[in-house]
């Protein structure tokens, strides 16, 4: 089984600050999504990076997959109360047929 | 697009009784759907693997004759929670691929909050 570590598993930040999660793996993958999660509700994808180095930027949230397809991160600039949510990475893996490894996910609390 | 909608939202049922929750790809057609479940505050811990046609794949752990999948349609796939306890109390969420292979996107249903009492 490939473990994805997340990291932290909460932060609180105020307004307007920058926040950073990581997600970290020994295992290669062949995606890496990231989802934001409110709750009560499913789980909304945010991005897909398949290539090792890509970066994809989304207004304030940018994203990160490593050159060896082992780790991911997502950077958010000046966070508004509106980017509160669990943080949620997941890998995809060649051959598991859409099977998805996820991490245990990064609860997010942004205060005005 | 890849719109995935689920229902019922919330079901309150007696123990004993089974509760049947449906999933469906509402703009494309999902080869594969996935059936997870999830605790307050954790992760989402998948239970099971279904393809149109054929029969599901259960994760270690998850009673197949407890949690019946069928995925009859390429838009279509239920859940059914056969003789729940309160211990099935729990949120309920699906997902799809649009094609099989791998490292495809999955795109989640809003969840079904499920509470035995």
């Known amino acids: 089984t490939q473990l994805l570590e997340q990291s932290p598993q909460f932060l609180s930040i105020q307004e307007g600050e920058n926040l950073t999660v990581y997600c970290n793996s020994s295992?290669?993958?062949?995606?890496l999504q990231w989802y934001r999660q409110e709750p009560g509700e499913g789980p909304v994808l945010l991005v897909t990076?398949?290539?090792?180095?890509e970066v994809k930027k989304l207004k304030r949230l940018t994203f990160q997959f490593g050159d060896a397809r082992k780790d991911s991160s997502l950077h958010i600039t000046a966070a508004q109360p509106g980017d509160t949510g669990l943080y949620l990475c997941a890998g995809g893996s060649f051959g598991s047929w859409g099977k998805l490894q996820f991490g245990a996910g990064t609860q997010v609390v942004v205060t005005p | 697009g890849a719109v995935v909608s689920q229902h019922p939202s919330r079901v309150i049922c007696k123990s004993g009784t089974s509760v049947k929750i449906e999933c469906r790809s509402l703009?494309?057609?999902?080869?594969?759907m996935f059936w997870y479940r999830q605790f307050p505050k954790q992760s989402l811990m998948l239970m099971a693997t279904s393809n149109e046609g054929s029969k599901a794949t259960y994760e270690q752990g998850v009673e197949k004759d407890k949690f019946l999948i069928n995925h009859a349609s390429l838009t279509l796939s239920t859940l059914t929670v056969t003789s729940a306890h309160p211990e099935d109390s729990s949120f309920y969420i699906c997902?799809?691929?649009?094609?099989?292979?791998?490292?495809?996107?999955?795109?989640f249903g809003p969840g079904t909050r499920l509470l035995v009492l």
């Open positions: 990076v398949v290539t090792g180095g």
């Open positions: 295992s290669v993958f062949s995606s």
């Open positions: 997902s799809a691929t649009s094609s099989g292979g791998y490292g495809e996107t999955q795109y």
């Open positions: 703009d494309f057609q999902a080869t594969t």
